[in-house]
């Protein structure tokens, strides 16, 4: 088995499409590993001093794991030293969740002992942080791993998922009394401000349209609350555009919108793939908040996932109320700290372990 170190753009674009067949064969796949997204997030954040570190892995000539990584340089206080961090790709702003080593079931020890030799021995970083990963994330065995100083723990994050079962009739029925009155009568009432229609992005609107469209309604209630909202950044607009259109080519994106009489009043920003739904952002107009335009298109959402066969709706990152009003359960976030046992590694990682134990103890002082 062969190890290799991908540091320049041209390296990454060339892996699509093996990245492609390797996800699709491997224990962990969901829509934040594909290539699509994390090339667009490389794409778009990979500049200054940041350095792509992509790992791979060959058996011959087969791709058979990938460590999708990038080294971020940083200063922890105003006058302290620049460390060096090997990270996901795919973290920051954009939020994504899931994220782990992608390997194929057969080639998983053997690629956790050669990940766990490098990341003992090489130089070219100070600390490791794998962040945003689900409790059955490959990475998370290098943890008690000799030669490394490791330190895993709930990142105290949770992402809410609802398993789709039976049909929309079945599903409706297992929802509480007061929910299932309230898609039925929501649905009606708004049918009775006019034509409803259920449009979908590069179905019924072009994807520049629809993208405007999209980051018009999410910014509104931002907007009126003097907030900035995600879209305020010029670079998290540029990776979703990006993303989208990559997204959309493969099938994968699942922009879709509420109109009422020709005017879009709601919009869910979702990816289709494998077996599930990732519903990343929605938005809508606050001025129709009152006709509940946001569970009116959430109920249409759900509805058209299982009647397309989908078993999983991921709601993603946050403890949003509404999450569970539809069966959500909690899915908790961890992380893995890693540093080399030589003395600058470890001082950078026992300043990271003290702040983040300080941030959970403050947090729990202050729930109280």
């Known amino acids: 088995m062969k190890r290799v170190l991908i ?26 590993l594909t290539w699509e997204w994390l090339y667009s997030w490389w794409e778009t954040y990979g500049s200054g001093t940041a350095a792509l570190h992509v790992l791979a892995w060959y058996d011959d000539d087969r791709l058979v794991a990938i460590l999708p990584a990038w080294i971020e340089q940083r200063r922890r206080w105003a006058a302290g030293p620049v460390t060096r961090h090997l990270r996901f790709l795919g973290t920051g702003e954009v939020y994504s969740d ?35 990963m689900s409790a059955n994330a490959a990475i998370l065995q290098l943890d008690g791993q000799s030669g490394l100083r490791t330190f895993a723990r709930a990142e105290g994050g ?16 297992s929802l509480s009394r007061k929910m299932r009155h309230e898609v039925r009568s929501d649905l009606k009432k708004l049918r009775g401000s006019g034509e409803i229609e259920h449009r979908i992005a590069g179905r019924d609107l072009p ?18 609350r003097g907030e900035p909202g995600n879209f305020s950044s010029p670079r998290f607009t540029a990776f979703h555009q990006a993303a989208a259109a990559r997204l959309l080519a493969r099938g994968w994106l699942n922009l879709e919108f509420l109109a009422v009489n020709g005017a879009n009043v709601a919009c869910r920003y979702q990816f289709r793939y494998d077996d599930a739904v990732y519903d990343y952002l929605p938005g809508f107009d606050t001025r129709w908040s009152r006709q509940s335009v946001g569970v009116v298109l959430l109920g249409m959402s759900v509805k058209a996932a299982i009647d397309a066969g989908l078993r999983r709706f991921e709601f993603l990152r946050g403890r949003e109320d509404y999450k569970y ?16 046992r030589s003395l600058r590694p470890t001082l950078v990682f026992q300043a990271l372990r003290f702040e983040l134990l300080a941030r959970a103890w403050l947090k729990r002082q202050l729930g109280r």
């Open 207 to 224: 994807l520049a349209e629809a993208m405007d469209e999209f980051v018009r309604l999410h910014q509104d209630r931002f907007v009126q």
């Open 158 to 173: 949770v992402c809410p998922v609802t398993t789709l079962e039976g049909d929309w009739d079945s599903f409706l029925a």
């Open 98 to 132: 899931f994220l782990d080593l992608i390997v194929l079931g057969s080639h998983e020890a053997a690629v956790l002992a050669d990940l766990a030799d490098y990341l003992a021995n090489a130089n070219a970083w100070d600390v490791a942080e794998f962040t945003d």
């Open 7 to 32: 540091e320049h753009k041209m390296g990454f674009a060339e892996l699509s499409r093996p990245w492609d067949e390797l996800l699709n064969a491997a224990r962990t796949r969901n829509i934040f």
């Open 325 to 340: 009003r539809w069966r959500a359960v909690d899915q908790e976030l961890h992380a893995l700290r890693i540093a080399r």
